[in-house]
């Protein structure tokens, strides 16, 4: 049964017939166009986070027509199967769309607070005095971190130098999380 399809061109009448086999072709190919965008969705939808943007077309059409044929196979047999296919065409290619799962990473940022503890000295004049100190200074670092984490005075603002990827860390074992605000 052929099919016959007339369409008006710039003002004459152009008549096309297609076979059962190309309108078969076509119909396949908006479906498959469809299976497309449904993947596309339920990936969207699926608790795993995946980076839609990265994902490429090819692997977007596998899954489809993987999902197709699934479908097609649960139809046979149990009627309308699109989301045990598509839960099945997920799981068939799990390490395919591993690579694209939006993962946690662990970054560091070091923080600094400037701390301020008064020191009196007694000296002959300040020469003398920056002398002794620095001596003093330098055998009892001990005794001024002690002192500074003890009786210090806070001054100013938290200061943070930047935030970097630091890949040798598991995620599990980060200070902070998501969770922890």
Known sequence: MNTTITRNI????????????????IYEQVQFEYDKV???A????????????????????????DFRERM???AETM?????????NTFKAFKDELEEYEKK????????????????????????????????????NSRQMTEDLTDDAEY????????????GSYDPEDADISEGDI
């Open 10 to 25: 710039m003002g004459n009448d152009i008549t096309i017939t297609l076979t059962e086999q190309e309108m078969e072709r």
């Open 38 to 40: 449904e993947v596309k």
């Open 42 to 65: 339920r990936l969207k939808e699926s608790e795993i986070d995946y980076d839609m943007d990265e994902i490429p077309d090819d692997l977007i059409e596998t899954l489809a027509k």
């Open 72 to 74: 097609e196979g649960i």
């Open 79 to 87: 009627g309308d199967g699109r989301i045990p296919a598509m839960e």
């Open 104 to 139: 946690d990473k662990v970054f560091t940022v070091e923080v600094e607070l400037t701390m301020r503890k008064q020191y009196t000295i007694r000296a002959k004049d300040e020469d003398d005095a920056e002398r002794i100190f620095t001596t003093w200074s330098e055998r």
């Open 155 to 166: 001054i100013g603002e938290w200061d943070t130098d930047g935030f970097y990827e630091d």
